[in-house]
């Protein structure tokens, strides 16, 4: 049986109407021997969704972009060289869709850092064809970025997880939190909430750093050891030398980034995942010579991470907090919502097309 | 006997007026039992000296201040607990002259990271002695802070290394820079001709990165295994996930970053040692997500590491290239010259308040 040649999705045309969705038809991927095709069950919005169709990182590549990266659906077909994944089978996508699988990149299990991936949505395949997201009916991937979900997480909850969670997961991963080590993780919302779960099922001690007292107690019970609001001068100061690793969720131009790195041990690290639209602001080389410190940044994750982060998710009852699941068609004030920061964690769109 | 109370010293008392030096007596740090008293030989011509002079990191933190941080000289006073020097013995005393040698990273050879350090000039001692630098006839430091000279270096090679030296070669061996690994340097001044000579010791494959093609010549001769000019658009491509880490020297607050950071193997670092005046520029976020790369500083270095580069300058006959050595009377003739960018390597001052 050949696969569904189609998609329809939820897409825009024009960043200035940014929450004008309308429903079109598109080719899906051109069909591969490696490819999992799969019909759509739910997709998360991510602040990147916010970000693209906004026109914050870019213009739109294409007449109209389908978001969303945060898949979960049912495989409905597999190419003949697909053996990871079966017809009916329960799998999930994220924010890379493709790579070019022979760089030293792709075969050292860093296909995330692939200088010819290809973006789950608003990006074009190397044949020209373009590449829709998750707002949508069906998505025909490359099996190295299919994910098995476990069968203790349920779908709703795993969506989040394949761009906010992998996110954060990989860069903890990489930069060693775990036992012994003291992390600390700024900026609370769709990434930090899964950041927090992931750190401390790492082993880690974790400390946020948030601007929002109101968040204090569901950090609390996601598993922080420490809340501390940065809004007060000095916030920083009984951390002095105390923290191993930061990892920034937030997605503003503007943190306390001087306090913040001045916590950190000699030598640390602060690794931003929260991408703003501009550059970053006040940051003086000076503040980071107190203590030999950097900044950086991460992008999602391998699949291999995204496995093993899925795993540990499964076992210690790691799950978003969702403040909402919407059918598909409102993801026009979906993101309206998530723009104007009414969203507390993450959003979550259900299929409606079918 | 007592050691000397008083240095006389090259100083200026206005930041508007920054050649204008004159000299005047002042008193030396309060003897300890640890303290190790010199009489002055040379003192090398640091960028620092320059932001300091001109007001660039700040005004200056007292009415008369004595630049100078590359300090070679003979030692005519120990503590009595001092064990490691003897009078006579010619020693180097760097950046930094005091630390608590009680917290963490003092007790784990991080003292150039203490929280209460005093910087060797525009710095004061907890109990209020001003510290003045080495355009000087003498100074008294903790034997913490001072350095041995092995016999085959000569001093007015050795002056430079103590700030210079060391502000490069401790990040190059804290960040892995060895056999296997492939390092570029960025900026070739007094920092960056001694980091060509030490990552190439270390082990290192080095690049270099210059906006200066005619210092092409020397950086092969010092070691640089390429050079590569860096105002050629695209100049950066060739080297696309080749570099392991960068060590930048250029006291600039635009460097081409992005096209650098790009250069990366996935994780790679980027330590900037040239500290500009303001922020950096154009720093966006994204430019270090294609790699998860990430941008640092670094502050001198320990005494461990001091030592430890002495004795490899020492075994592979590393030097500076000393454009000039001039009498300490030209002090503001050499401010001028470096600030005017008309030094290539390093001018250091000998001795003629005698």
Known sequence: MSPTTHG????????????????????????GPHDVTLDIDFCGVCGSDVHTVTGGWGGLNADFVVPGHEIIGKVTHVGAEVTEFKVGQRVGVGAQVFGCLKCERCKSDNENYCAEQVDTYNAKYPDGVLAQGGYSSSIRVHDRWVFTIPE????????????????????LLRNGAGPGKTVGIVGIGGLGHFAIQFAKALGARVIVFSHSP????????????????????????????????????????????????????????????????????????????????????????????ANAMLKLAAEKGIKPIIDEILPMSKAGDAIQRVKDNKVRYRFVLKQDLK
């Open 8 to 31: 329809k999705g939820y897409g825009i045309s024009d960043t200035k109407n940014y929450t004008d969705f309308s429903v079109q038809s598109y080719p899906l991927k051109t069909p």
């Open 214 to 305: 109101s968040k204090k107690a569901d950090c609390l019970s996601l598993g922080a050891d420490e809340f501390v609001t940065t809004d007060k001068e000095g916030f920083e100061k009984p951390f002095f030398d105390k923290i191993d690793y930061i990892l920034s969720c937030a997605d503003v131009e503007t943190i306390p980034i001087g306090e913040l790195a001045s916590t950190l041990k000699v030598g640390g690290l602060v690794t931003s995942v929260g991408l703003p639209d501009g550059e970053w602001k006040g940051l003086q080389p000076q503040l980071m010579a107190s203590n030999g410190s950097s900044i950086g940044c991460s992008h999602i994750g391998s699949k291999k991470e």
């Open 152 to 171: 203790a997480i349920k779908s709703e909850d795993a969506a989040p997880m394949l761009c906010a969670g992998l996110t954060v997961y990989s860069p």
